[in-house]
């Protein structure tokens, strides 16, 4: 049981925002601070698992993260999935993740037809891989992630999902098993449309599972110093209201650490940008009620 692990989903449909850069480097910056952090990468593209040097765990046989997502049998697979970094460890994603959607869609459809179609139920799970009627029930696909992050049997301060770029049901899955998101925007006018879709989405998923879903803060991510990055700092401060806004620069530096399969704070070279993954660190930590300084 992980019992009482705070959750938080790094979060932004729109791709390269920075979803993977921020999720790690404010895991390593929460390690700094001395939480015990499990990072979960439920991106099918593995970016993270890949970056942090587990290529082979996303190339691995089943049960994988997806069986332990779509196989109610398979939910404490996820305690022998786990592999151990210096700074966090991590649930890797894995290959199979890219059938997750079609997956967790077959599974919506099942709940939805179960009523009155049984016909139609035994046709979807014939195209199943592992969902299989006697398993659903009323929001079986979007609690996937809730249910197998129960299933751990390590205790964990953190869990921080890093969660793929487009809209579906393993964004839903990863937003309802958290209830706060992080989002890192990039400074430019595409972010408007993003964060607009990511804010109804969440309504909706809200508004569906009858759940409060918090903002942690907005992460403006590769911040130069030019007029566009100016005014959509203030578009955040005012969309978000009463919600930190941060500031990351772009560093070439955050690359070089992530193709060096760490977080800035392990990087043999001090990166300036360490003081803002830290205040993330420091707001997590209050608002999820871990005061004391443990390192
Ligand atoms: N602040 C930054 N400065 C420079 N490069 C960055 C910064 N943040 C992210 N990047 C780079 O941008 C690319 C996309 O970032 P990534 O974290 O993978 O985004 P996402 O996970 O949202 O797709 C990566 O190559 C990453 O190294
Ligand atoms: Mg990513």
Known sequence: MTGEAARLCVTNAKGGTGKTTVAINVAG????????VLFVDIDPQGNATEGLGMA?????????????????TKRSAVNDLIVEHDEMDVLPANIDLLHAEHELTI????DKLSGDHPEAVRALESQAI?????????GYAMGALDAALSAL???YDYIIVDSPPFYGKLTDASI???????????TEATSERAIELLIEQVAALEDHANITVDTV???????????????????FNAVFDGHPVWEVRKRVALQRAFSAGKSIFDYHQ?????AVFLEIAAECDRKFGYTELTQ
Not at 177 to 186: E, R
């Open 29 to 36: 910056a929460l390690n700094e601070r001395g939480r015990d």
């Open 153 to 155: 049997e390590t205790d």
């Open 107 to 110: 599974a919506d459809l099942m």
């Open 56 to 72: 082979e765990a996303y190339d691995s046989n089943p049960p994988t993260l997806f069986d332990a997502l779509t196989n109610p």
């Open 176 to 186: 309802y098993a958290t209830q706060n998101v992080l989002i890192p925007a990039l």
């Open 130 to 138: 592992n969902t299989k009627r006697k398993h659903i029930s009323p």
């Open 217 to 235: 803060g907005i992460v403006a991510n590769r911040v130069e110093q030019t007029k566009e990055d100016d005014m959509m700092i203030d578009w």
């Open 270 to 274: 001090p990166v300036d940008m360490e």
